[in-house]
């Protein structure tokens, strides 16, 4: 029994670090290679854990032999390109002029009810309103709407807007973020004043955010 | 690129690793084949064949440790469990004592022929 806790505790970080080397990629929407090493990594690491007469090695070599793979197959298709469509495939254009490829959702096995969902979780719930919808290869549908369905701009009313960065978060639960300030080219002077001005202490302040030095955000800390 | 070189140098060191253990347990096969066929050919001339079973054993000993990282201890085990025979059939000079040397000897070769990527193997 212990074995197995003790296996399980030292695969639990070795998928960790697997994932991480795999990247930020892994996380987010998975590409059909990254899908396949996710469902082999999840079915591998568990025969070690499961039967102790199968040695750790013959868990932790096939983890790290396709991790190493899929990052060196992922590097390779960033610069070959038939490599890239051999491994990911390619987008495929479903809506266009704002008619539908019948032949394309045929052939990527889309139906009605596919289409209107994925457009429906685009906030579009009119056919009529889009332009342009895109298969991905992550299998997302992205879809650009007809500009007369697009919300109106500053361009549009003629407006001068002045583009800016978003907020940062430069305290979260009485922690200073130094990264945030040296990204908003602040210091902690700044920042103490701030907070004195405000009549709090830094450890009583539950959010703060910035996206310069005079336009910020000070949330305190509820007293229980 | 820095995933990259990681990558690269955790394959590289899987590889190596592998065709590392690949010649580990060629090496130890060879040598328990080698005391095998040393202790048939002593005991058929009818000498005392203690001494090469007592090097068999230790040998085995000071190997299993490292095969049972190599491979599943349910075909490493077996081949302990053969060997810890063999002191008591030496010392009895029992009639038992060859054909239990030329399990340990195919069991050894089996483990060994496991490791090599052959086709059958692999498929």
Same mark, same amino acid.
């Given at each position: ?224 | ?23 580990? =347990?060629?090496?130890?096969?060879? +040598?328990?084949?080698? *005391?095998?066929? @040393?202790?048939? #050919? ?5 000498? $005392? ?29 077996? =081949?302990?469990?053969?060997?810890? +025979?063999?002191?008591? *059939?030496?010392? @009895?000079?029992? #009639? ?5 040397? $030329? ?21």
């Amino acid at each position: 029994m212990l074995i197995v806790i003790i296996r399980a505790f030292i695969l639990y970080f070795v998928i960790i670090l697997a994932v991480r080397l795999m990247g930020k990629r892994q996380i987010g929407e998975l590409q059909p290679s990254e899908l396949v090493v996710t469902l082999l990594l999840s079915n591998i690491a568990t025969l070690p854990v499961e039967d102790i007469s199968i040695p750790m090695t013959m868990g932790l070599v096939p983890i790290f032999t396709l991790v190493s793979i899929d990052v060196i197959v992922s590097c390779l298709t960033l610069r070959f390109r038939g490599l890239r469509r051999a491994v990911s495939g390619s987008a495929k254009i479903i809506i266009s002029g704002g008619k539908i490829d019948q032949h394309v959702m045929r052939e990527l096995r889309f139906t009605t009810d596919d289409l209107m969902a994925a457009l429906r979780s685009q906030q579009i719930f009119d056919l009529n309103e889009v332009q342009l919808a895109v298969a991905e290869t992550t299998g997302t549908i992205s879809v650009y709407p007809k500009k007369s369905a697009q919300p109106v701009t500053c361009e549009d009313m003629s407006i001068k807007c002045e583009n800016t960065d978003p907020p940062v978060m430069v305290i979260a639960d009485g922690e200073v973020s130094k990264a945030a300030l040296r990204y908003l080219d602040l210091d902690e002077k700044w920042l103490d004043s701030v907070i004195k001005a405000k009549g709090t202490t830094v450890e009583n302040v539950f959010i703060m955010t910035a996206e310069n030095g005079s336009t910020y955000t000070i949330i305190e800390r509820e007293k229980n | 690129m820095k995933r990259l070189y990681i990558s690269i140098i955790m394959l590289a060191a899987v590889i190596s690793g592998g065709i590392a253990s690949v010649v580990y =347990i060629e090496h130890a096969d060879d +040598r328990i084949q080698y *005391l095998g066929a @040393q202790i048939r #050919e002593e005991y058929s001339r009818g000498e $005392d064949v203690t001494d090469d079973v007592a090097k068999l054993c230790r040998f085995w000993e000071e190997h299993y440790l490292v095969m049972c990282f190599i491979d599943n201890s349910n075909d490493i085990s077996p =081949i302990s469990a053969e060997i810890s +025979r063999l002191p008591e *059939l030496a010392e @009895q000079r029992s #009639e038992d004592l060859i054909p239990q040397v $030329d399990c340990v000897c195919y069991l050894s070769g089996k483990l060994n022929d496991k490791q090599f990527p052959y086709i059958h193997s692999v498929l």
